[in-house]
């Protein structure tokens, strides 16, 4: 995939934490969406499973019903619960209107409601994938209502 910006936004000698991102996300919000939805070793786990991600609340719901098989492997859990997270935020920019990716000032993306509200879908997905709590599309049905 080609991003031009992410060159850029690595080399930034930023002094806050987590200026980079706030930048790339203010100035390439489409490009830092795309690299959030990559998702590759949830990707790779769901279509292990026969499931293939289409960026729906319905394959959030899949997703919940998976056999927790990476539960095995200690040191991916981390991994897979970022992309779980940064995947379930990728549905909810893309189905609610007036979501959107932000940075918290230590560099956390986040989901913003259009009521304001925001949630940190890395640590919810972190928490998917370790013990299955919460439940994706839960996370999702919560966004929804606001």
């Known amino acids: 995939m080609n991003i031009p910006f992410l060159a850029n936004w690595l080399n930034r000698h930023e002094t806050e934490q987590g200026a980079g991102l706030a930048a790339a996300l203010a100035d390439h919000p489409e490009g830092v ?15 292990a499973a026969g499931l293939e991600l289409d960026q729906t609340p319905a394959s ?14 200690p040191e991916a ?3 897979l619960g970022s992309d779980a997270g940064f995947y379930l935020g990728t549905v909810i920019v893309r189905t609610l209107r007036g979501a959107a990716w932000q940075s918290w000032p230590n560099g956390r993306p986040v989901i913003r409601l259009a009521s304001g509200r925001e949630l940190d879908v890395v640590e919810s997905g972190v928490s998917w994938a370790m ?3 919460p439940e ?4 999702y049905a919560e966004a929804a209502e606001g």
Do not use: Y
């Open 33 to 47: 969406a795309e690299l959030f939805s990559e998702c590759e070793m949830l990707r790779a786990q769901a279509r």
């Open 60 to 73: 959030l719901e899949a997703l919940d019903q998976l056999m927790p098989r990476w539960r095995r492997d």
């Open 77 to 79: 859990v981390p991994w």
């Open 131 to 133: 013990t299955g709590s």
């Open 136 to 139: 994706l599309s839960q996370v």
